[in-house]
């Protein structure tokens, strides 16, 4: 099972507003190329969300169907494949207040926020595994990256990893005018 998870820090851009744009996924088509379709369907009985998703990869495209749990309160997003390319694809959304007083108290009052993305992957195919699964890895953090570039208007990433699982890991950022990076 591979692993990706990215950091993005936005100073201009407060974490209400960030989660309200973050799960708006309907809108990522519009934001970039490789996300070619997204459909959301009104949320069910359970309140979970069902969103089809088609995304160019490499000579072809993924599809999967996810199933999107919203927690309004917390700014998280969970979600898990119901079904599509993927043997297993889950993963979640969380934004934060960042924390901009002098004194540290953690109360986020400034008007930054961080969102964090993570996701579990797997295709199934073992034999393919080494030559798939690292491309899919680097697809997956771009676009990430991408997208909360477009819908935070900011460039400052502040940190992606990846995990394979197998005690690896590789480590990619900008950090741009952050510290502890």
């Known amino acids: 099972m591979r692993s990706v998870a990215v950091e993005h820090r936005s100073a201009g851009v407060d974490a209400r507003t960030a989660y309200e744009l973050v799960r708006d996924f309907a809108r990522y088509p519009r934001l970039v190329p490789i996300v070619r379709r997204v459909d959301v369907a009104p949320a069910g009985p359970g309140g979970a969300v069902i969103s089809d998703w088609e995304v160019d990869f490499r000579n072809g495209v993924l599809a999967w169907t996810e199933e999107d749990v919203f927690d309004d309160t917390a700014m998280g997003i969970s979600f898990r494949q119901t079904e599509g390319d993927f043997e297993t694809f889950d993963g979640r959304w969380a934004i934060t207040p960042q924390d901009e007083n002098e004194d540290g108290d953690g109360d986020g009052g ?15 195919l073992p034999s393919l595994s080494q030559i798939i699964d690292p491309v899919a890895e ?16 900011t460039n400052t990433v502040v940190g992606a990893s990846a995990d394979t ?7 990619v950022g900008v950090g741009a005018g952050v510290e502890g990076v």
Do not use: P, W
């Not at 400034?110 to 199934?124: H, I, L, N, S, W």
């Open 138 to 153: 680097r697809v997956l953090r771009e676009t990430i990256e991408t997208i909360l570039r477009a819908l935070l208007d």
């Open 165 to 171: 699982g197998a005690g690896t890991g590789v480590g």
């Open 110 to 124: 400034g008007a930054g926020c961080t969102v964090r993305f993570e996701a579990e992957f797997d295709f199934g």
